[in-house]
């Protein structure tokens, strides 16, 4: 049996690990080979493909990226998209597609499989874990501790200098790695986009750290939004699943803190250093254990369904229920 994969969306690490696990195993115990598409699904569309054997992925277990590569492509919108998928597997002789990816890329799987019948299953991944259906996604962990060790280092220099910081984290419109950083850092405010902040409320705590003789430490995630107001966006270009790019409302939120307190105040996006570097040992450790149990469900033909974590066990759900 020849199965395809790919890795969709934004990067994160944990990717190769998945790779990884899915090949090892796949080769090892199944017998099956394997097909990688470069850049996400322009790989399928284009025809664009890499060899994935054991030499392929040997070594490739700390590495963060992805060796396939990634992007936003997305196949619906192109020109008889489906069909040139279609086209690209039967000439590889693909019989079974393995995605991994977040909410849009898996939105795709989904509807190949359940509306075109190509058979698919689905790997969660995003470092923003706002997939339903899994309790956590690989590459979480690694952002949290990347944006955890910034804001430790924001403390020292914030109180140096008395002023007040301002660390914006991504997560879309999830706040878990906000959540989690700031309370793991430490920090005096977490705005998050599930409740919205009041600003006169957050010049309040921030006054009165400074009365306590502390300088305080501000997160906030990219898509957190004032109660008075909306997105606050750098620009409002959008990718090809309809997204917005977020970013801009940590420099907005410390001008308005300055203004309003009289307090100097600074601003740390970390942007896409939260999404780069080697993965943490969670991650490796989730990545892997996805890996394996994906193409396990190649193996059983369950179709349409995605690898999740439910505690510490995998199950598999469908792939419609995870990105509802």
Not at 3 to 16: F, I, S, Y
Not at 189 to 203: K, N, S, T, Y
């Amino acid at each position: 049996m020849r199965v395809g994969v790919l890795t969709g969306g934004g990067d994160c690490p944990g990717l190769n690990a998945v790779i990884r696990g899915i090949v090892r195993k796949g080769v090892q115990e199944y017998g099956y080979t394997f097909t990688g598409f470069r850049d996400g699904w322009r790989g399928p569309l284009d025809d664009d493909t890499l060899r994935l054997d054991i030499p392929a992925v040997r070594g490739i277990l700390p590495r963060g990226g992805t060796i396939l590569g990634s992007s936003r492509t997305n196949p619906l919108k192109a020109e008889d998209g489906v069909r040139r998928i279609r086209e690209t597997l039967a000439a590889h002789g693909v019989e079974a597609l393995i995605v991994i990816g977040g909410e849009d890329t898996l939105g795709v799987a989904a509807r190949l499989s359940d509306s075109h019948g190509i058979p698919c299953v689905g790997v969660p991944k995003t470092i923003d874990n706002d997939l339903s259906a899994t309790d956590y996604t690989f590459g979480f962990d690694t952002a949290v501790g990347i944006a955890t060790e910034a804001i430790d280092r924001l403390h020292t220099t914030a109180e140096s200098h008395m002023r007040v910081l301002v660390c914006e984290v991504m997560g879309r419109h999830a706040g878990w790695i906000a959540l989690h950083s700031g309370l793991a850092g430490g920090a005096n405010v977490i705005l998050i986009p599930e409740q919205r902040f009041d600003v006169d409320q957050v010049c309040a705590w921030v006054t009165s750290r400074f009365k306590a003789s502390y300088a305080p430490i501000v997160v906030v995630a990219e898509g957190a939004m004032p109660k008075d107001g909306d997105l606050v966006l750098k620009d409002g270009t959008l990718d090809s699943f309809g997204h917005v790019r977020l970013s801009g409302v940590g420099e907005w939120l410390a001008k308005e803190i300055e203004r309003r307190t009289g307090k100097e105040a600074r601003t740390t996006v970390l942007g896409h250093v939260q999404r780069g570097g080697t993965p943490s040992a969670f991650d490796r450790w989730l990545a892997t254990r996805f890996g394996l149990h994906a193409i396990e469900a190649v193996r059983d033909g369950d179709y349409g369904t995605m690898v999740a974590l439910r505690g510490t066990d995998i199950v598999r759900v469908p792939i419609s229920e995870a990105t509802a």
